[in-house]
């Protein structure tokens, strides 16, 4: 079975700063990788994916994520956080063996201090 | 960028009513997907749809619900009864693979409040 678990519901930065929200997975075989952002009164939309290239993957606005397979982690980084990164960001793992199902993690909630 | 209707965005039925959930999926997908969110809870997947039928399920899609495509551009869900427990906003989802490491494009959900 697979699994995401996100480290955080809620996460404070304050503008300017560094945006680092921590996704582990668990899948029996190699996996494709997601990070997701919801902004209010909007579905889900894709910032980035692994799909077993490059490890260090860029996303949109800004957004980069590394693919660790040693620490089964996919963190989500951004080294400068703006006031409309304000949102919640869902980390997903999908893997042919089990399905092709998306599985999600619980959703960090970013807070942008002015 | 292409994007995924739902209708309505919001939901209000008595409990033991049915009630259908709209999507308009993006024009050339061919795999259909609905997920949906209990308030304080995680994004679940509820089932996948390809070439005219069920491709894979959850256990959460018990023979209350069921899916449609009844012409080219609608994907609908089905709850025949609904249960205060389906209370959750549904997202919609379509691709244009299934392969596991396509984009999947969302709707912007439906709240479904069951009283």
């Known amino acids: 079975a697979q699994s995401v678990t996100q480290l955080g519901s809620h996460v404070s930065v304050s503008e300017g700063a560094l945006v680092l929200l921590r996704c582990n997975y668990s899948?029996?075989?190699?996996?494709?990788l997601f990070w997701y952002v919801q902004y209010p009164n909007q579905g889900l939309q894709l910032l980035l994916k692994?799909?077993?290239?490059?490890?260090l993957v860029k996303g949109i606005n800004g957004f980069e994520a590394e693919f660790k397979k040693s620490e089964t982690s996919f963190h989500l980084t951004k080294p400068s956080a703006h006031m409309s990164d304000a949102a919640e960001y869902f980390c997903a793992v999908r893997s042919p063996a089990a399905g092709n199902k998306l599985t999600f993690g619980g959703g960090t909630r970013v807070l942008v201090k002015p | 960028e292409p994007e995924v209707t739902q209708t309505p965005s919001h939901q209000v039925t008595q409990m033991g009513q049915e009630v259908i959930l709209r999507c308009v999926p993006i024009s050339n997908h061919l795999y259909f997907y609905w997920y949906r969110q209990i308030l304080g809870q995680k994004v679940e997947f509820l089932v996948s749809?390809?070439?005219?039928?069920?491709?894979?399920k959850s256990e959460i899609f018990d023979d209350q619900f069921s899916v449609e495509r009844p012409d080219g551009s609608n994907f609908t869900l089905k709850i025949r009864s609904t249960k205060l427990e389906d209370s959750a906003m549904y997202f919609c989802?379509?691709?244009?693979?299934?392969?596991?490491?396509?984009?999947?494009?969302f709707g912007s959900g439906t709240q479904l409040s069951v009283l």
């Open positions: 989802a379509s691709s244009d693979r299934g392969t596991g490491g396509e984009k999947l494009f």
């Open positions: 692994y799909t077993s290239a490059a490890t």
């Open positions: 899948s029996s075989v190699p996996p494709y």
């Open positions: 749809f390809y070439n005219n039928e069920i491709s894979e």
